[in-house]
């Protein structure tokens, strides 16, 4: 018995790396003719295009790893039920769990791998594409933070500090923009309670402005409406919004506990439960895929043909409902715990309960 199980976790293992090498091929082709002109323009070497690539296939196979364990396991019994050996090792009195328990294991195992690249790997060659991308060839340097609530930007002239309600719309909340001297001696301060901006500029509403007249005055002046011809536009603004996914699954964790208000925490509580559930969610789409290859075999005599169209459905449908998930928890709408879980209980359960029936057939 402990060759069978060798025999059938060697052939879920190279069917694992045959698909893995499939997939990271056809999108580092693809992702290389979205970008390439973008390192072309900024002038940037081809070592420094290669690094970049070489860089993102860590990501590249965590943002996949669930698909392929998916698949590899699925193709494995596929394999094994076109050649005829899973019947005859059902015909020799092999229970079906015995012939899926190597793919389960291999499945556990390759996500252990996965949580050990998020903890000591994906951070640092995350970090490095981001610098290259949006820095190097972008050209976009960091220029504000968020803290409390509230985000603050350093443009040409000035700062600004503001509260963004909803980042979708040009709409800020306690806006403030202040101008500094060459001695960093404040020169103007724009204050107001609203402030939306369109092509025609920056619309404030309830608002002051006070101007530095002589080194010890400044004088107040308030009004309901103006427009100021601010040099920054909102797009302008660059908070690196990647900065979660440069952090391993220790510093998110401990993320969780330096915030300082209620929203801060539920995201960081949403980022870590949500890199934990989605290296996890090959188990239980794998959980499921393996009954649905079963099932199209008895039913229609298919296999391959059925289960892997199948299967790639399956797990887009779950990557779907996973990030609608996120997105809830993120607003507080749902536990987070309840976001990076609800997929797995329900796919997991789902999948054992047909996976027992068809073992029990």
């Known amino acids: 018995m402990i060759l069978l199980n060798r025999y059938i976790f060697s052939q879920f293992a190279r069917t694992f790396f045959v698909v893995a090498a499939a997939f990271l091929s056809l999108y580092i082709l693809i992702d290389f003719f979205e970008k390439i002109d973008n390192f072309m323009e900024a002038g940037k070497s081809f070592g420094l295009i290669l690094q970049f690539f070489l860089l993102s296939i860590p990501f590249i196979i965590d943002m996949l790893g669930p698909i392929l364990i998916l698949l590899a396991g699925v193709i494995s019994l596929g394999v094994l039920s076109h050649n005829n050996e899973l019947t005859a090792m059902m015909a020799g009195g092999i229970h079906m769990r015995t012939i899926v328990n190597p793919i389960l294991m291999g499945a556990l195992?390759?996500?252990?791998?996965?949580?050990a690249m998020a903890q000591w790997v994906?951070?640092?060659?995350?970090?490095?594409?981001?610098?290259?991308?949006?820095?190097?060839?972008?050209?976009?340097?960091?220029?504000?933070?968020?803290?409390?609530?509230?985000?603050?930007?350093?443009?040409?002239?000035?700062?600004?500090?503001?509260?963004?309600?909803?980042?979708?719309?040009?709409?800020?909340?306690?806006?403030?923009?202040?101008?500094?001297?060459?001695?960093?001696?404040?020169?103007?301060?724009?204050?107001?309670q609203k402030a939306e901006w369109d092509e025609k500029g920056w619309h404030l509403s309830n608002g002051q402005v006070q101007t530095n007249?002589?080194?010890?005055?400044?004088?107040?002046?308030?009004?309901?409406?103006?427009?100021?011809?601010?040099?920054?536009?909102?797009?302008?603004?660059?908070?690196?919004?990647?900065?979660?996914?440069?952090?391993?699954l220790t510093q998110l964790f401990q993320e969780m506990f330096k915030q300082d208000t209620h929203s801060e925490t539920v995201v960081a509580r949403t980022n870590f439960y949500s890199r934990i559930s989605y290296t996890l969610l090959g188990i239980p789409l794998l959980f499921l895929g393996l009954p649905v290859l079963l099932i199209s075999y008895k039913k229609w005599g298919k296999d391959l043909s059925v289960a892997i169209p199948a299967s790639c459905g399956m797990a887009f449908l779950a990557w779907g409902v996973w990030g609608a998930l996120q997105s809830l928890a993120k607003v507080d709408y749902l536990s987070p715990i309840l976001a990076g879980s609800l997929i797995h209980i329900i796919f997991g359960i789902s999948g054992f309960l047909l996976l027992h029936k068809q073992g029990n057939q």
Do not use: C
């Open 213 to 248: 007249i002589n080194p010890n005055d400044y004088n107040t002046r308030i009004f309901a409406q103006q427009t100021f011809p601010f040099p920054e536009r909102p797009e302008s603004f660059f908070v690196p919004k990647y900065q979660s996914a440069e952090l391993s």
């Open 109 to 115: 195992i390759f996500t252990m791998l996965f949580l």
């Open 122 to 192: 994906l951070p640092r060659t995350i970090a490095a594409t981001n610098a290259i991308w949006y820095e190097d060839v972008k050209g976009m340097v960091p220029l504000g933070i968020f803290r409390n609530g509230r985000y603050y930007y350093k443009g040409k002239e000035g700062f600004y500090s503001f509260a963004r309600p909803w980042p979708d719309k040009n709409i800020f909340i306690d806006f403030s923009y202040s101008s500094w001297s060459s001695d960093h001696k404040l020169k103007t301060l724009v204050a107001a």
